[in-house]
């Protein structure tokens, strides 16, 4: 889905890395075709280290917190899976992310796109990565 909203919206994917654990899901022929398709590269952890997944980690923490724990009981994989495509659509563009300065990781990434482009007057107002919160006077 990311790869086609991006591709969709006219963005550059070269360079594009997904990682992911060792799992077999990750092993299987059809993902490393779809990776191909992309010109993407594969990044595995290491091992039995949990931490090079950490990231991974800690957003399936939060999914099962607040969607399959909370939504249940499940009555099939296509509640499921319904409820996980809206599930990352709200995450990404309505819930707020402290690490992100209280921004959508939606409006993170739309900040550092304006940020990266060359500018004839930048806006003092406008939140940038480095400085999500809006510097207006008074605000």
Same mark, same amino acid.
């Given at each position: 889905?990311?790869? &086609? ?23 299987? =022929? ?18 039995? $280290? ?17 969607? =399959?724990?909370?939504?249940? !009981?499940?009555?099939?994989?296509? $509640?499921?899976? =319904? ?37 004839? &007057? !930048? ?7 480095? &400085? !999500? ?7």
């Amino acid at each position: 889905m990311g790869v &086609n909203q991006r591709t969709r919206d006219g963005h550059d994917l070269s360079g594009l890395v997904h990682h992911s654990d060792r799992g077999a899901q990750y092993r299987a =022929i059809r993902y490393r075709e779809a990776l191909a398709e992309q010109d993407a590269v594969a990044s595995v952890g290491s091992k039995g $280290d949990s931490y090079d997944n950490a990231l991974a980690e800690a957003l399936n923490s939060l999914y099962k917190a607040e969607l =399959i724990r909370n939504r249940g !009981p499940w009555h099939g994989i296509d $509640d499921v899976e =319904i409820a996980t495509a809206e599930w990352v659509h709200w995450f990404n563009t309505f819930r707020p992310h402290g690490a992100l300065g209280g921004l959508t990781p939606q409006a993170y990434r739309a900040a550092h796109l304006r940020a990266s482009e060359p500018r004839q &007057n !930048p806006s003092p107002t406008s939140p940038t990565p480095d &400085n !999500p919160a809006s510097t207006k006077p008074g605000a």
